[in-house]
């Protein structure tokens, strides 16, 4: 697992001009100051600038005491805040650079870094929901071109993925992870687990499936890098080794599709004799059908996913490729516009809706479907 | 966290002392705050109420908004202390404990966080259903942490029906079923996969969904069947489904790892009542009661043992002392009200019976009746 430290993420530069010019008014705007609040801010004023010296000479232990004390005399400041919650998290308090990231990012919303480190230390105290939440929205805002910081943010975003069962999200992340240049060592296991739908981050492995898991990253990487004959070789010898394992069909029976289909629907079926309820399983399955126009075979299958995941896209998605396939155009659209109600990101689900609502005559609605397939294929759109 | 809780969307009753106030400060503050918080400007909005109620600690209202923006910010002890403040001077402080029971376990001050729970359950539970919701799951894992498993899986069984699934409910649930006394957050990480196992089959019981409880229950016993307490929770799902030869032999083989195991002599000493073998029930029972005497289900089996085997006055004993460590259990007055017809108490036999039949009709089953009937000194969950 990644546990970068402060200096490899760059946070000691974190704080911009911006973020530390303003200090908010807050109380001071709305009380007379007294003689007492005079000598407060003179008091203040000193122990914010011994702090900033002891943290500029190493002086860890006495910056956090005096920024401490600084910040009990001015809770708002970000400045203090922010140091002291690098220092605390760098000496891995994680709780306590939690609490200090949570009063900072209250005070600077838009503090990109802020919300990540946020995040991470949320990862740290496993409050997993939380530090999801908080690492998407530091993505969203950025984090100022801190490649290191943003390179640990992705990771622990596409781990939480996979924990939170958004395994195609995590797997899609990891990939473009790879694209820009990451190391792809270390997201062997993560991919793994994204690859076997298997909750868990990669701490949480059982050790007698830690091997398993490795082949199955190691096979997804080999994939993605299209070493074609190294990926055969490791979906192999992981069905060999793992007959009985769930997602180890699927895995195998996804990559067989693409070269050998006969092959591909075979594992496909074993897949779903291991696992009976495997809804992706059965959408691979009727996507290869529909290609074969095998349309009688492939209708039970997607029934049987909305069925099993009735709030799940994909399988509306499908679904409604089933249906228009079919002829039932009408009955296509209904559930292609559940799939977009349900997701309306994915891309494939408007060109359907797209293609559906030409043939049914509906114009209006086809344009509305191309301008939001021109919408998300846009950089920078989420996918 | 379950999910984010609209804190302001709750009914809330205005404090008259407010529109008394002659102060034009006072008055000011309270408009400017509103306006801030209206406006999203929290920061703003969070100085101005705790200016407000620096000026008038009386003023209910603003210590509500304050709470509500705190805890909103994730900035817990501070939340807490306003909620604390407004329960203190509240007319209706009833919502208000769920909140100190949301903060209190965020502060890690869990007993305190389970007492505010319960002060709120006695109170029936106000708030909306976000609340309610979010109280309610924190409440569980409490109960879980206490040891207090069925009544932990009662109020999880309840969520599970009514939102459906979340990794998060998934979780509470496998930790409870294994009476593991942790919270999410501090269970050992290897223990992960086995958690979710149990989790998932735990949901699907509480759904209803047989065949899918099924597929888990079996990966469970594949990868950890020497694990404590999986046989047990085994059989419980077994015994749900009136499986109750299957169940006995999961309750033997948990005997076997864990000869300690009290619910699983409890439970197999209950089958074998059911099956007409009072007599090898009886010394099983009484073993479950010196072990753990103060175990209601424990009292209630041996009572029900002896009373099968006619030693009438034995089983009024220990059924009344299951009574009074389970005055809600409509089995154990069933159980009760038999014993007292047999030893021609009649008067209490029928006041015993009407009992039964007035906790039946209140009986909602969101899990199965045995599952219920723990230890309640306390105030139970919400119905």
Not at chain 1, 153 to 167: G, S, W
Not at chain 1, 300 to 319: F, S, T
Not at chain 2, 299 to 326: C, M, P, V, W, Y
């Amino acid at each position: 697992m990644i546990n970068a430290s402060i200096a490899a993420l760059g946070l000691s530069l974190a704080v911009s001009a911006a973020q530390t010019a303003v200090v908010p008014q807050g109380k001071a705007s709305t009380r007379a100051e007294t003689g007492s609040a005079a000598s407060s801010k003179s008091s203040f004023e000193q122990l914010s600038r011994s702090a900033d010296k002891a943290r500029a000479e190493n002086r860890d232990d006495e910056a956090v005491r005096l920024y401490e004390q600084a910040l009990n005399l001015r809770p708002g400041w970000k400045e203090g805040l922010w140091y002291l919650s690098t220092i605390l998290y760098e000496k891995e308090k994680y709780a306590n650079a939690r609490d200090r990231l949570r009063c900072f990012v209250s005070q600077d919303p838009s503090a990109g870094p802020g919300w990540a480190l946020l995040g991470m230390s949320e990862f740290q105290t496993r409050e997993y929901s939380r530090s999801l939440d908080h690492l998407q929205h530091a993505m969203a805002l950025g984090m100022g071109g801190r490649k290191e910081m943003a390179q640990s943010v992705f990771y622990f975003v596409a781990v939480l993925l996979t924990r939170f069962e958004q395994y195609s999200e995590s797997t899609n992340m990891m990939i473009a992870m790879i694209k820009s240049g990451q190391q792809p060592d270390l997201l062997v296991e993560p991919l793994g687990l994204a690859a076997l739908r298997m909750p868990l981050l990669p701490t949480e492995i059982p050790g007698d499936r830690r091997e398993l898991i490795r082949m199955a990253g190691q096979g997804a990487l080999a994939l993605e890098a299209q070493r074609q004959e190294e990926a055969q070789r490791l979906f192999s010898g992981m069905v060999a080794a793992y007959p009985n394992e769930p997602g180890v069909h699927f895995l195998y029976g996804a990559f067989l599709l693409d070269v050998r289909p006969e092959d591909g629907v075979a594992e496909m079926k074993r897949e779903l004799q291991v696992s009976p309820f495997h809804v992706p399983a059965r959408l691979r399955l009727a996507e290869e059908y529909v290609k074969e126009e095998r349309l009688d075979e492939a209708l039970p299958l997607v029934q049987e996913a909305v069925k099993i995941e009735p709030g799940y896209a994909a399988a509306h998605m499908m679904m409604g490729e089933v249906l228009v396939a079919k002829g039932d155009t009408a009955g296509g659209i209904r559930e292609l516009e559940t799939a977009e109600k349900n997701a309306p990101q994915m891309v494939r689900t408007h060109w359907d809706l797209l293609r559906a609502y030409t043939a049914a005559g509906r114009s209006y609605d086809a344009t509305r479907e191309k301008e939001e397939i021109e919408k998300l294929n846009r950089p920078g759109a989420a996918q | 966290m379950l999910m984010a809780v609209p804190l302001l969307a709750l009914f809330f009753t205005a404090n008259p002392a407010l529109q008394q106030t002659p102060q034009n400060s006072f008055d000011k503050i309270v408009k400017d705050a509103e306006v801030a918080r209206t406006a999203d400007r929290v920061p703003d909005a969070i100085e101005l109420y705790s200016e407000g109620v620096r000026l008038r600690p009386s003023w209910s209202e603003g210590w509500w908004s304050l709470g509500s923006l705190l805890y909103d910010q994730d900035r817990f002890p501070e939340a807490q202390a306003a909620f604390k403040r407004f329960a203190a001077i509240a007319t209706n402080p009833g919502p208000a404990y769920a909140f100190l029971g949301l903060c209190e376990y965020e502060t890690r001050e869990y007993d305190q966080a389970l007492k505010h729970f319960q002060a709120w359950g006695s109170k029936g539970s106000p708030g909306n259903d976000a609340l309610i919701d979010v109280a309610g799951f924190h409440w569980a894992l409490l109960l879980t942490r206490e040891g207090r498993f069925p009544e932990a899986l009662y109020l999880l069984a309840g969520k599970a029906q009514k939102l459906g699934r979340s990794p998060a409910l998934v979780e509470a649930m496998g930790l409870a079923s294994l009476r593991m006394t942790n919270l999410p957050e501090d269970y050992p990480q290897e223990r992960r996969d086995l958690v979710w196992l149990a989790g998932q089959a735990a949901f699907y019981s509480a759904v209803h969904e047989h065949d899918r409880e099924e597929e888990y229950a079996n990966k469970l016993l594949i990868h950890y069947s020497w694990e404590p307490n999986v046989h047990y929770f085994r059989g419980t799902l077994l015994g749900f489904q009136k499986e109750r030869a299957e169940a006995a032999k999961e309750y033997q083989q948990e005997l076997q790892l864990s000869p300690q195991h009290v619910p699983a002599m409890v439970e197999l000493a209950l089958v074998q009542i059911d099956d007409f073998n009072a007599a090898e029930a009886t010394p099983l029972a009484e073993r479950a009661v010196a072990l753990d005497s103060r175990n209601s289900r424990a009292q209630f089996a041996l009572g029900r043992a002896l009373l099968e085997t006619d030693r009438f006055q034995e089983s009024a004993d220990h059924l009344e002392i299951a009574k009074r460590l389970a005055p809600d259990s409509a089995p154990i007055r069933f159980g009760l009200a038999k014993a007292y017809r047999a030893l021609g108490r009649t008067k209490e036999a029928e006041r015993e019976s009407a009992a039964f039949l007035s906790l039946k009709a209140k009986d909602e089953v969101l899990a199965p009746t045995q599952q219920k009937n723990g230890n309640r000194e306390q105030a139970g969950p919400p119905k």
